[in-house]
């Protein structure tokens, strides 16, 4: 990731390898404000050398072994450590049977190298509009765990984000885990995902329906068209509560597109976006039901 800054190297800091979660922690109750945490670095460092950020001290987590597992277990869910890379969860056999929104979010993240760096963890972090990883996460309710020295919180994704680069964490605390809860047997989901070649997705949309026949739940959640990661409200209820799925899907994709706080900038204009929400939420909801 680039933002087109001249610099080529980065600013001095201080490195620290912890090797356990406890001296991480310690180490961030030290240096606080002074200090960031790296996992995979893409981010970071992107950030440091352009000069948007200047920490004096780096704190790399990415040895550290209980944040390096993925876990999973059934009615408990998903358990994603924050040192583990989108590559090794791209190829986690779990993630491809059960959460198929989260593992094309991945799949179309980047490219193969910047995957095998990057971590699902520092994905939400960056809390970048166009970032993948939320969209899918959010979409299935799942929450990042966050420490402190004396304490750890649960937050859910949709509010651990609270706009561009802004994110619900301390100075002193580490997101050291996402859970993501274990999908109904009877659930669906789709991640789709427009962009022009470029890095810098257009609009991306996560759909998690719970049930095929009559839904029970069901999850529309929007990236990259606004300032965070948005869900269609009314646009749900309207696929919840119809009888005819062949025409909510069109009333659904036309009321998310006009419901959404759209922005525009110099990739799209608002108009065009509103267009793209509409599009891409008929095919992923034709897609999870299976009509044409």
């Known amino acids: 990731m680039s933002f087109g800054a001249p610099y080529f190297t980065l600013p001095e800091f201080t490195y620290h390898k912890p090797k356990t979660l406890k001296e991480a922690l310690e180490l961030l109750d030290t240096y606080r404000d002074e200090a960031k945490v790296m996992a995979g670095g893409v981010g970071l460092v992107a950030f440091m050398k352009e000069r948007l950020i200047s920490p004096s001290h ?126 109904p047997p009877e659930s669906k989901s789709t991640f789709l995902k427009f962009n022009t070649g470029s890095e810098f997705a257009l609009a991306t949309m996560a759909a998690h329906v719970v049930g095929s026949v009559k839904p029970k739940e069901v999850y529309l959640v929007y990236g990259a068209v606004s300032t965070k990661p948005v869900r269609a409200s009314e646009a749900e209820r309207i696929i919840l509560t119809s009888e005819n799925i062949k025409e909510a899907i069109v009333e659904a994709a036309t009321k998310a597109s006009q419901e959404i706080d759209v922005v525009s900038d110099v990739l799209a204009s608002e108009d065009y976006r509103r267009h793209l929400i509409k599009v891409l939420t008929i095919n992923a909801l034709k897609s999870i039901f299976e009509v044409s």
């Open 58 to 183: 780096v704190i790399d987590i990415k040895e550290i072994p209980e944040l390096k597992r993925v876990e999973y277990r059934e009615g408990a869910g998903l358990k994603i450590g924050a040192a583990v890379t989108l590559s090794e969860l791209e190829n986690n056999e779990i993630i491809k049977k059960k959460y198929t929104a989260l593992y094309q979010a991945i799949k179309k993240a980047a490219d193969p190298i910047i995957r095998n760096r990057a971590t699902l963890v520092g994905n939400i972090c960056e809390a970048l509009p166009w970032v993948d990883g939320p969209i899918p996460l959010i979409a299935y309710n799942a929450k990042v765990e966050v420490m402190s020295l004396n304490d750890v919180r649960l937050i859910p994704v949709s509010d651990f984000i609270k706009g561009p680069v802004e994110i619900d964490l301390a100075p002193n605390e580490i997101a050291t885990f996402i859970h993501v809860p274990d999908p």
